[in-house]
């Protein structure tokens, strides 16, 4: 039998209801906890007003001396932190939809189970490293995702000593031990020729165009983004050479079909080619405008480049990840669009003619071992990059006697 309780008049927050033993008192006071949601503080059985008067008195008193918050804070779980870190990254915007995902799966199925019903003030050092101690020693997990594994836990510690829920966090410098090496990016260029040789002979030539883009060293969310505008054709100042800039602005992810912000400030770029690169542009252009012209009747002023021919919509972000699985598989040689990335930067970065800088930006990389944040791309230092490079990705067809 739910008790029916009546506001008393002039007395805030006191309530009376009936008993057996005659009338009681009780306290309803709602406050904002530390993470700004709305609780109740309750208390009953007094057989006066005042006695009930005086126990909300104490409760208040302790909620604006800072005593509760503290109280409060002892009792902080790590999983109601990370919950409260969360909302909060994803509300400022400093977390995008994908790097959520990856945080909350890594906490849910790794750091959760351990520590996520233990109190924050709870955690020590000498617990946390034996955790993470065995994570690297049981070699299900490589070195780079114990890295990840480490920064999401100790984001959440630090955050909390931030915003003081805990007096500092115990867990910093944490020493990695363990994990298994990452697999490795490093592509030979016998491979690469292979692979591009490969991809010329059964690909058609919007697909081609795909692989060939992807040589410059993009990320391929950036490849899957480029749209008609992406695109400006000038000439070069100096040799008045057909040169295109190419413009990374835009993201298409699994999580982010129709498009999302870069992965920094530093990816926002743009990126200056010349000579075949151009055609195959003008190329996937004129392909892309007819499909959608298929469909439609009519072409907008502007639209994504990599439009399904089947469907006359763009194709999904993953759609270069599939095309390079098709590829390996008939080259014998593994490779996926990051392998190109990696590549690219290799090359550039073994070339004494590229420069720290220009390199850093053609990537989009915040910086090279501390370059200057404050540089900015060029058009002359992206054209040098270019033509740095070049020779490099061209395939080499080998000669048969």
Not at 52 to 77: H, N, V, Y
Not at 205 to 224: P, S
Not at 227 to 256: G, M
């Amino acid at each position: 039998m739910v008790i029916k309780r009546t506001a008393m008049k002039h007395h805030p927050n006191i309530y009376e209801y009936e008993t057996k033993r005659g009338k009681r008192y009780s306290v309803r006071r709602r406050y904002k906890d530390f993470a700004g949601k709305y609780e109740m503080y309750t208390s009953s059985g007094y057989t006066s007003w005042q006695d009930a008067e005086q126990d909300l008195r104490k409760f208040e008193m302790k909620f604006f001396d800072g005593s509760l918050s503290e109280s409060e804070q002892r009792k902080i779980t790590v999983d109601d932190y990370f919950d409260t870190v969360r909302k909060r990254k994803v509300e400022a915007g400093v977390w995008k939809h994908s790097t959520e995902k990856q945080r909350v799966n890594v906490y849910e199925h790794i750091i959760s189970p351990v520590f996520g019903k233990r109190s924050l003030n709870d955690i020590s050092r000498m617990e946390y490293q034996q955790f993470i101690t065995n994570l690297g020693n049981s070699q299900k997990y490589t070195v780079t995702t114990l890295r990840h594994i480490n920064s999401v836990m100790q984001s959440i510690m630090a955050d909390a000593e931030t915003y003081n829920i805990i007096p500092k966090s115990l867990i910093r410098r944490i020493q990695l031990v363990g994990g298994r090496p990452k697999k490795s990016q490093t592509v030979t260029k016998e491979e690469y020729d292979q692979f591009m040789r490969t991809a010329k002979k059964i690909c058609n030539q919007y697909d081609f165009a795909m692989v060939k883009l992807l040589t410059l060293g993009e990320r391929r969310g950036e490849l899957m983004g480029l749209r008609k505008s992406s695109f400006t054709f000038t000439n070069d100042d100096v040799t008045n050479e057909p040169i295109c800039a190419i413009k990374f602005d835009l993201a298409r992810t699994p999580d982010a079909v129709n498009g999302t912000t870069l992965k920094s400030a530093a990816s926002y770029r743009t990126i200056w080619v010349t000579g075949s690169y151009i055609d195959t542009i003008k190329f996937v252009l004129s392909h892309a405008e007819q499909i959608i012209r298929n469909f439609k009747g009519t072409v907008p002023d502007d639209y994504f480049i990599w439009i399904n021919p089947v469907t006359g919509k763009p194709f999904q972000p993953e759609r270069s990840r599939d095309l390079f699985a098709r590829i390996s598989m008939t080259a014998g040689v593994k490779i996926n669009p990051h392998k190109f990335r990696h590549y690219f930067a290799t090359k550039v970065r073994s070339n004494a003619r590229i420069s720290d800088t220009d390199a850093m930006h053609w990537l989009g990389h915040k910086h090279i071992e501390m370059t200057d944040s404050y540089t900015r791309e060029t058009p002359e230092g992206a054209i040098q990059v270019f033509r740095g490079i070049e020779d490099d990705l061209r395939p080499i067809t080998p000669t048969h006697k």
